[in-house]
């Protein structure tokens, strides 16, 4: 290969780091519907939701009109550590591939937790402290998301109780570990140091437990420790909103070498990876300034957009969060056991929800050993070992350049790859001992909690 | 914190990476002595290490006039997929340390191999390609330097043998999977693969391995498989001439910002990572055009330099390797079995070991519990999860910097974070228990190997 016009790394300057994020609402035709308090089903007010998460996060997941909110100096100091994330020219998959293609990927994982996910945990933290906050007390499932809250919440001194599904609390000793240096104690469950654990409990005993089931012990702790919030890692506006960062870097880093996406592509769980990186895109597609290609990916094992419901439903298996309209395999929704990594979430961002459904992005879904085929192959082209959340984009961007291939077009595809598999390498072993499986639910599995999803008038 | 003149992470652009290796031995006024002949105990020539080492990497080895190597394009190509490295500025923990001391670090830990063991790894792999061999054999302990390698086999489509001590290859079976992701075989060491290894399980039934016999066992692979060479990942003058990379884009940043070392600080276990950094500052430190204090950092229950004896010794427990002149514990000492991470080898690079002789560096020995509590402060701190070898140079950063609190000095101290603690959260556990001990061998323990040294006339 010979000398590159574009670096096979754009690291953007300090100075041109973003000073705010940006607020993809107040640019939407038609809103989200909003959050519905899940005893009155009227949309959930302010009130309703301060017992839970701190003031000012409250503001900004109910404002739907203010386009920037400008990022506080001390996050902004934080991000400076870690950020900006480059935006590589993947150079060598393209040559690999043969494709005219233009390939860009955004990569968040070089931080300790391994992924984007501590851009919306240390501004979390950050309105926490501000607030006066003791401490805040959240779920983690993969544990990237407890990982990075545990950073932040180091960093400004709040303490950090994390309640880790116990399957991965036994499996991911580890994730575990990372966590206990930076202070935060971590908690397997269901545990019996709150009722909502103590009754699963008794009901299942031996259960390695669910992603809901810890999001209600983590509310319900919260709500009963005076000085003391719950701080989501996905799905709501607020964690949207901060990892606008992924987006408007990217875009930032694409202009200043007039450099034009044609297609951008996102792995989809909750939706906030996803509607960082398109966030300023969505935006210049909703003015009508620009036309850009979307493409959610998510697993075949729990595929909310493609095959899920859109309507009211929990956010939690023990229904004491607020009901979100959104595409929903329903709350009592868990993918099949064989399912590796996350992207397990039963529902998908209302904003994201709502995108979808007015035709402005589209979404697909892919296996788990096809995935894990595209992550094995880029980790040996691009050197960086991606999580299997990532390698949902890898896959449907390695698709979409074989597709420019065919027919010469010289697309630019961007992707996100959202972190790093570090603490994934138990499938990837089993990816290699080809001990993997596929699994694509039946409609019957699919209609089974989605026909029971809330009546809301 | 206000708006910073020296940005928080100084990337060089593209355009500003090393093109060249630094060869510091060019400019030593007493050079490292040459490597014996394990056989003759006379200076090892090209033709004797031809059939271990690929030729071009003999003929860096062997070469002490040539002051620059340049980079192959390919290698700068593969460079540029992880390099530049950041140089941070660590204002973070300056103000928790209330220090008026700059401190500075160059990180090498954002690649997926975790550590600076790529740099060389991805030349050695570059030079056994263009030599047209099949594949390499070597061995790794903690697993840094066979990831590293593995990764670098996997972009230049050579196969990747891989012994691994035993008991890390048990204990660290994530490291194994990440080795396997890139293609690598993964052997754990002592094997019955090998006539050394059948031997050592015959005479040690049930061991845990040893770096020495893994080295042994990896060398005699090479030796008697044809397309194959052996290649090792720190101690040789060519591991430490790849590893220039570090210390020249350390000054080359340090530059851009009109910033000036006094103080440069790495850890040390065979010397490649301390010697890549220091070198340019070094060479201008022989050169009179500059004065730097330049202090290596080992692990008290490892001490070469600071216990060792300067002397020939055999680089492998095995004795098939050639000899080298160096600062050395014996080439059967084995750290105590409460010894965590790396930074566990017997001996010191040769270059190093001469520096050291020639009084143009210090030295210091830290405890093991010392240093992961630096490891966990600078953690919460400055977000990076260090690796337990990193640490041993973050703990005398941090003394130096409060030695600078006390004396008002706004001295500028530079120091080498090689590489993230991902895969050692085993250690890190340990420490959180408070099960983790320290160890100082006795005066009788360091003398029971050395006493015993080869005669060389």
């Known amino acids: 290969m010979s000398e590159k016009k574009i670096p096979y790394k754009i690291y953007l300057e300090e100075s041109e780091l973003p000073r705010a994020w940006y607020n993809l609402r107040a640019d939407m035709i038609n809103k989200p519907a909003p959050l519905l308090n899940p005893k009155t089903f009227e949309p959930a007010t302010a009130e309703d939701l301060a017992p839970v998460f701190c003031d000012e996060l409250v503001k900004q997941e109910l404002d739907e009109t203010t386009p920037y909110f400008e990022i506080p100096e001390e996050i902004l100091n934080f991000y400076k550590m870690y950020r900006p994330a480059p935006l590589i020219r993947a150079y060598c998959l393209e040559e690999k591939?043969?494709?005219?293609?233009?390939?860009?990927?955004?990569?968040?994982?070089?931080?300790?937790?391994?992924?984007?996910?501590?851009n919306s945990a240390i501004a979390q933290a950050y309105y926490a402290k501000k607030q006066g906050l003791k401490g805040v007390t959240t779920e983690t499932g993969a544990g990237q998301w407890g990982t990075a809250l545990s950073m932040a919440c180091s960093y400004f001194g709040l303490d950090c109780k994390v309640f880790m599904v116990k399957c991965s609390y036994e499996q991911k000793p580890f994730r575990r570990e990372v966590m206990r240096t930076y202070g935060a104690s971590v908690t397997?469950?269901?545990?019996?140091?709150?009722?909502?654990?103590?009754?699963?409990?008794?009901?299942?005993?031996?259960?390695?437990?669910?992603?809901?089931?810890?999001?209600?012990?983590?509310?319900?702790?919260?709500?009963?420790k005076d000085g003391y919030?719950?701080?989501?890692?996905s799905v709501l506006n607020q964690v949207m909103l901060h990892q606008t960062v992924i987006g408007l870097e990217t875009k930032t880093a694409l202009d200043k070498y007039g450099e034009k996406a044609d297609i951008i592509i996102g792995c989809a769980g909750g939706g906030s990876n996803l509607g960082g990186l398109i966030a300023p895109f969505m935006g210049e597609k909703i003015r009508g300034e620009a036309d850009y290609r979307i493409i959610a990916v998510?697993?075949?094992?729990?595929?909310?957009?493609t095959r899920g419901t859109y309507a009211y439903d929990y956010c939690d298996t023990g229904k004491v969060c607020p009901l979100s309209k959104m595409y929903t395999l329903g709350c009592d929704f868990i993918p099949a056991a064989n399912h590796a990594g996350g992207l397990r979430y039963h529902g998908m961002s209302s904003i994201l929800s709502q995108l979808y459904d007015d035709g402005l992005m589209e979404a697909v879904s892919v296996k788990q050993t096809e995935v894990f085929e595209a992550a094995e192959y880029f980790a040996r082209i691009e050197g960086i070992l991606p999580a299997p959340e990532s390698s949902h984009a890898i896959k449907v961007a390695i698709d979409e350049a074989l597709k420019?291939?065919?027919?010469?077009?010289?697309?630019?595809?961007?992707?996100?790859?959202?972190?790093?598999?570090?603490?994934?390498m138990m499938s990837y072993e089993k990816f290699h001992n080809g001990v993997m499986t596929d699994y694509i639910p039946s409609d019957e599995e699919i209609q089974?909690?989605?026909k029971n999803l809330p009546e809301i008038k």
Do not use: M, Q, W
Request: hydrophobic share 25%.
């Open 298 to 305: 998510e697993p075949s094992s729990c595929p909310s957009l």
């Open 448 to 450: 089974k909690y989605t």
């Open 404 to 424: 420019c291939k065919e027919t010469g077009e010289e697309k630019t595809i961007v992707f996100g790859l959202t972190g790093t598999g570090y603490f994934d």
């Open 97 to 118: 591939l043969g494709t005219p293609a233009k390939i860009y990927y955004k990569f968040e994982g070089n931080n300790t937790s391994g992924s984007h996910k501590l």
């Open 188 to 224: 397997p469950s269901p545990s019996f140091d709150t009722e909502v654990g103590k009754k699963i409990n008794a009901e299942h005993p031996g259960t390695s437990g669910s992603l809901g089931c810890a999001i209600s012990e983590a509310v319900e702790t919260a709500l009963n």
């Open 229 to 233: 919030r719950y701080v989501l890692g």
